[in-house]
T-cell receptor, first 115, second 110 residues
Framework: GAVVSQHPSRVICKSGTSVKIECRSLDFQATTMFWYRQFPKQSLMLMATSNEGSKATYEQGVEKDKFLINHASLTLSTLTVTSAHPEDSSFYIC???????????FGNGTRLTVT | QKEVEQDPGPLSVPEGAIVSLNCTYSNSAFQYFMWYRQYSRKGPELLMYTYSSGNKEDGRFTAQVDKSSKYISLFIRDSQPSDSATYLCAIDLAGNQFYFGTGTSLTVIP
């Protein structure tokens, strides 16, 4: 149980275009989902916390207009990287939890390369 | 001081060895403790989850929490080459506040 699916696993786009990443909880409802960014050989950096039906809460230093997060249902959250630039190239990972005191379950990540 | 400290390694052991991975934390209010395994270019996979002091065992894995010392450990018995990965400790303050260690890179040599 507690499977989180993330798509696409890999995407290459041109500078200036937008990319959407989907995160789905397959066998549970997730009122809260989290979006992380991970640089090579580094730990996870929280970008934003996404709550179903409300605006996401962004961490300090994360541009909310560049990283648009939508949590339209209890099983789906999306991250859209708008007007992508090469410095946005990274590994993006979503996660979700079943309930308030349960652990995080992660998707398999999306490797974004902006050329 | 970081909320969670983890030795980054790298750690290299022969197959069959017992591996010990450790993290320390600073806030005694932390309530939930997790260990994740992350293979290269994949998302972290939950290995162990516990919320009390003491040991929790699952197959070859044992998670240990010592709240008085603010110290958590993950032991891997009979390590296998397939255990080669980065291991992340994570701590939850509750209220959606998770803190992750930097990860320990483990290589198990056949």
């Amino acid at each position: 149980g507690a499977v989180v699916s993330q798509h696409p696993s890999r995407v290459i786009c041109k500078s200036g275009t937008s990319v959407k990443i989907e995160c789905r909880s397959l066998d549970f409802q997730a009122t809260t989902m989290f979006w992380y960014r991970q640089f090579p050989k580094q730990s996870l950096m929280l970008m934003a916390t996404s709550n179903e039906g409300s605006k996401a809460t962004y961490e300090q230093g994360v541009e909310k207009d560049k990283f648009l997060i939508n949590h339209a249902s209890l099983t789906l959250s999306t991250l859209t990287v708008t007007s992508a630039h090469p410095e946005d190239s990274s590994f993006y990972i979503c996660s979700a939890r079943l309930s308030y005191n349960s652990p995080l379950h992660f998707g398999n990540g999306t490797r974004l390369t902006v050329t | 001081q970081k909320e969670v400290e983890q030795d980054p390694g790298p750690l290299s052991v022969p197959e069959g060895a017992i591996v010990s991975l450790n993290c320390t934390y600073s806030n005694s209010a932390f309530q939930y403790f997790m260990w994740y395994r992350q293979y290269s270019r994949k998302g972290p996979e939950l290995l162990m989850y516990t919320y009390s002091s003491g040991n929790k065992e699952d197959g070859r894995f044992t998670a240990q929490v010592d709240k008085s010392s603010k110290y958590i450990s993950l032991f891997i018995r009979d390590s296998q080459p397939s255990d080669s990965a980065t291991y992340l400790c994570a701590i939850d303050l509750a209220g959606n506040q998770f803190y992750f260690g930097t990860g320990t890179s483990l290589t198990v040599i056949p």
